[in-house]
């Protein structure tokens, strides 16, 4: 068994309070969850209304599948026009 796990870290753009933040965040999260069936959680920076974390985890017997999953899910939020991404950290363990 091969878990795969992606901690991104994101500056919203359009967020100018908790409100804005959570429908992007809702938005981001119920999107990649349906497009590439992924657990996926706010995991940081749950106070400020411009900064988040996003922590998601796959798992799969194939680590190329899970290493090219990874990789799609971080290229789906890179290309929204709502979120900066800051910082990516990812494992395969």
Do not use: P, W
Not at 8 to 25: A, E, G, P, Y
Not at 32 to 56: A, W
């Amino acid at each position: 068994m091969i878990v795969g796990l992606l901690n991104v870290s994101l500056f919203l753009n359009n967020s100018s309070n908790l409100k804005d933040k959570r429908r992007i965040l809702t938005s981001i999260k119920d999107g990649l969850r349906r497009r590439f069936n992924i657990s996926i959680s706010v995991v940081d920076n749950e106070e400020k209304y411009n900064y988040s974390q996003l922590g998601v985890a796959c798992v799969s017997s194939n680590v190329h599948f899970v290493r090219d999953l990874l990789n799609r899910v971080l290229r789906a939020i890179e290309d929204r026009c709502d979120v900066e991404v800051i910082n990516v950290k990812r494992s395969i363990l």
